[in-house]
């Protein structure tokens, strides 16, 4: 008697296996994928999204649009029905190229393998990993041409379809229903200014279609993809684009620390460092203490690359990604630097090893074997175990931090910075000295 059933569940197992192998195609990357991917998650994402993917990493208290919280699933940025997960290819060209007009910038300096590991991490945590590959809507192409019957076809659109309502009649995000708007959680939202031509999903014509057609999941804007079809979702691109202005090129403020702010507003610096008010996230150095210490050219040099100076402080998960600065908002930072911290904008001083006195570096080395050494690495001079190392690697220290700020720091670092993990119980000032001579002479002397 159990012959037939086994029979009977193998034919059922087949079926079952002929219409998976049918079924939906599964997503081009897996666990492998995401597994290596956590790290670099961790690294580069975490600070804004969460290490859970929750959207509340110790970045997004000061960022405006507030990070996403993949754990919701819902994605503004799609080329799916709303409602739907994005694709993966939706997921990679937006870390590739960011969300223009947020804190989210390009991550297009990190490799492509990278970029597609940290994609497959993001749909672990949004637990999308194993589901299919969605569908997407049919490809649009490039559509027609815009015509002035097409933006005149649009502009009805725009009032008929309620669009005025939240962007405004000129599409300047001053529409009436504009200052109560909310996002999914209930935070304000900003509504978009099409004025300026920078749109969340990318300025393309191809973009601002699926914009329309599949909305924005997570905030206020709807899917259009059933009240507006065939040409007509073209004309409202292009009514859409039509009100594009010219935008007028503003400088930078004369004043240096108001040029500063304006730079740093533009990059949501605020969201990773305290400011010269007080406020700010703490994911990086407090500009309030960088500000003093360090050297203002390495500072111009770190800002146009900040992976090339490698990993400073060992301690911090993140990485600042390479925001691609301008030189004069390069500029406008330093000046900012000299300003908030009252100094010269010039090269550092550099002392005069030659005249430290030998017994004085010798004591110095001494103290940084018992002292500083748990904690800091000298490169290959005297080397501290990666696992235990909280400080930066001092050889390049000369080049890169005031020789008189140091010894102030190393005498009492608490004094400088209360949130400081640095800490030297009972050290001596000349001793600190002594330390002070010993790591600037080892430095100044490396190649």
Not at 7 to 16: D, E, K, R, Y
Not at 62 to 89: A, Q
Not at 329 to 348: G, M, Q, W
Request: with cysteine; proline share 9%; aromatic share 6%.
């Amino acid at each position: 008697m159990t012959r037939p059933l086994t029979i009977g569940l193998l034919l059922v197992l087949s079926t079952c296996s002929t219409a998976l192998a049918d079924g939906p195609a599964r997503r081009p990357l897996g666990e492998n994928d995401a597994k290596a991917g956590k790290a670099l998650y961790m690294r580069e994402c975490s600070a804004c999204h969460g290490e859970r993917g929750n959207g509340k990493g110790p970045a997004a208290e000061f960022t405006d649009p507030r990070p996403r919280d993949f754990t919701k699933r819902l994605f503004k940025i799609r080329s799916t029905e709303s409602g739907k997960p994005p694709l993966t290819s939706d997921l990679l060209k937006t870390v590739e190229l960011g969300i223009p007009g947020s804190a989210m910038p390009s991550f297009s300096f990190l490799s492509e393998d990278d970029r597609k590991l940290i994609v497959a991490y993001v749909l672990k945590l949004a637990d999308l990993l194993d589901e299919p590959e969605p569908e997407a809507i049919p490809d649009p192409g490039d559509g027609p041409a815009p015509t002035a019957a097409l933006i005149a076809r649009g502009k009805e659109i725009y009032g008929k379809m309620g669009c005025k309502a939240c962007h405004g009649d000129s599409g300047r995000g001053d529409g009436p229903a504009a200052p109560n708007l909310q996002d999914d959680e209930e935070r304000p939202i900003k509504v978009r200014d099409f004025t300026g031509g920078i749109y969340r999903g990318g300025s393309a014509p191809k973009d601002l279609y699926k914009r329309f057609v599949t909305g924005m999941d997570g905030s206020p804007m709807p899917s259009f993809g059933g009240l507006v079809a065939g040409e007509d979702r073209w004309a409202l691109v292009h009514f859409v684009n039509s009100l594009k202005t010219t935008p007028v090129t503003t400088p930078l403020p004369a004043d240096a620390i108001a040029a500063g702010h304006a730079v740093m507003t533009k990059y949501s610096c605020r969201s990773c460092h305290v400011l010269d008010d007080g406020k700010g996230g703490e994911v990086g150095p407090d500009f309030r203490v960088v500000s003093r210490k360090l050297d203002l050219g390495w500072v111009r040099k770190f800002l146009k690359d900040p992976r090339a100076a490698g990993k400073i402080y060992p301690w911090r998960v993140w990485r600042m990604p390479n925001l691609g600065l301008k030189d004069d908002e390069v500029e406008a930072i330093a000046k900012y630097f000299a300003a908030i911290s009252k100094r010269e904008d010039k090269p550092l001083t550099l002392p005069d090893a030659s005249k430290f006195a030998a017994d004085r570096v010798t004591a110095g080395m001494n103290l940084y074997v018992l002292r500083c050494a748990e904690c800091h690495t000298l490169s290959k001079v005297i080397e501290c175990p990666p696992i235990k190392q909280q400080g930066p690697d001092l050889i390049n220290v000369a080049h890169r931090i005031d020789f008189d700020w140091a010894k102030s720091w190393i005498l009492d670092p608490k004094k400088i910075d209360p949130k400081s993990r640095m800490t030297v119980p009972g050290i001596k000032p000349d001793e600190v000295e002594s330390v002070a001579m010993f790591v600037w002479k080892t430095s100044l002397g490396a190649k």
